[in-house]
Antibody, heavy 119, light 108 residues
Framework: EVQLVESGGGLIQPGGSLRLSCAAS????????MSWVRQAAGKGLEWVSL???????YYPDYVKGRFTISRDNSKNTLHLQMNRLRAEDTAVYYC?????????????WGLGTLVTVSS | EIVMTQSPATLSVSPGDRATLSCRAS??????LAWYQQKPGQAPRLLIY???ARATNIPARFSGSGSGTEFTLTISSLQSEDFAVYYC??????????FGQGTKVEIK
């Protein structure tokens, strides 16, 4: 059974840093693309980052240069390092598994972890 | 970037009725389209992929159709557990594969 369990969320001041983790089980994260998708309260789904086909990464402009996605294949764990956080980064962050190595839909989602950026 | 536009934003439906949700792409995405369901306080769940294939354990009352730029998700007879927000996502132009803004299906 596929499971994704996020951790590391919390309250952080603007300009601060946070590291999210996603412990995966039931599959091997190196065999699929992995991603982080966020959702602000009452809003839609928004991409945060992707890692695919080895160590290829994708970041939308609104997090590029501030966020870094990585995976520890030995621990089957995905990470998201978030630096220079802004109020607009406040959201529930979901870890998500891609159906294939790259270029496909998401077939499993974690329950999410809440990140609140506020002074 | 391909823009995905869902309509309507909110759909009011009575239990047992049929619901039809639309998703339009700004350019062709072939059949590379997925639908997700999200209930309040829960993570999204995959419903449909490849525009029309039901994901594992998804009831037959959910069906998807379309190709190119026009897609439809139909719920044939709404059950109480189907009231939720539904998102479409194209994965033809990837990364990242854009999401629509969602359609909320509410009880009439």
């Amino acid at each position: 059974e596929v499971q994704l369990v996020e951790s590391g969320g919390g309250l952080i001041q603007p300009g601060g840093s946070l590291r999210l983790s996603c412990a995966a089980s039931g599959f091997t994260i190196s065999s699929n693309y992995m991603s982080w998708v966020r959702q602000a309260a009452g809003k839609g789904l928004e991409w945060v980052s992707l890692i695919y086909s080895g160590d290829n990464t994708y970041y939308p402009d609104y997090v590029k240069g501030r966020f870094t996605i990585s995976r520890d294949n030995s621990k089957n764990t995905l990470h998201l390092q978030m630096n220079r956080l802004r109020a607009e980064d406040t959201a529930v962050y979901y870890c998500a598994k891609g159906r294939k190595y790259s270029g496909s839909y998401i077939d499993y989602w974690g329950l999410g972890t809440l990140v609140t950026v506020s002074s | 970037e391909i823009v995905m536009t869902q309509s309507p934003a909110t759909l009011s439906v009575s239990p047992g009725d049929r619901a039809t949700l639309s998703c339009r792409a700004s350019q062709s995405v072939s059949s590379n389209l997925a639908w997700y369901q999200q209930k309040p306080g829960q993570a999204p769940r995959l419903l449909i992929y490849g525009a029309s294939a039901r994901a594992t354990n998804i009831p037959a009352r959910f069906s998807g159709s379309g190709s190119g730029t026009e897609f439809t998700l139909t719920i044939s007879s709404l059950q109480s557990e189907d009231f939720a927000v539904y998102y479409c996502q194209q994965y033809n132009n990837w990364p990242p594969g854009t999401f629509g803004q969602g359609t909320k299906v509410e009880i009439k």
